[in-house]
């Protein structure tokens, strides 16, 4: 069976939507929720606003936002909290657009095995040339929550990446 690119882009954006990634903490109990976004530009009064609404629709080229909001659901602080977020296949991550207030933020070029800051990832190629990895080239995500979690209180984590 053929599924066309375009399609399977669709479908992959809609799946994230439903889908709780890996999410640790010690001492709670912490929900992941996850949305996939676009963001549009609007006129109001002459000036320019941004919106942002649920991807219904996505064709290569959009780019989307992908939001994992984390809430501590337990009777006493979270701690430890990682998340852990694959960047969608069919998608290339934007460079520079990872979030997340009080994390320290981690990439993978290697499907999610082993995860370092940006400028210490190395890629070596074909020919056993290294270099430095580039955005496009990152697999996954990891957002490492620096502060204890109190009851209650969520936080938002996330990325931006465009349809291939």
């Not at 439903?18 to 001492?27: E, H, P, R, V």
Request: net charge neutral; proline share 5%.
């Amino acid at each position: 069976m053929f599924i066309s690119k375009p399609l399977l882009t669709l479908s992959l954006v809609a799946l994230f939507g439903t889908l709780s990634f890996n999410a640790f903490a010690a001492g709670g109990a912490v929900k992941v929720t996850s949305t996939a976004q676009v963001e549009l530009e609007l006129m109001k009064d002459g000036k320019k606003t941004f919106v942002r609404q649920p991807v219904e629709k996505a064709i290569p080229g959009t780019e989307i936002i992908f939001t994992n909001t984390f809430e501590n659901t337990s009777d006493k602080a979270a701690a430890d909290i990682v998340i852990n977020n694959p960047i969608p296949g069919s998608t290339t991550f934007t460079a520079g657009s990872a979030f997340g207030a009080d994390c320290d933020i981690l990439f993978s070029v290697d499907g999610g095995k082993n995860f370092g800051h940006a400028e210490t990832l190395k890629i070596v190629d074909a020919e056993g040339n290294e270099h430095i990895a580039l955005p496009k080239e990152y697999t996954n995500i990891r957002w490492i929550y620096k502060k204890p979690l109190p009851t209650g209180k969520s936080g938002d984590v996330g990325f931006r990446a465009t349809i291939n």
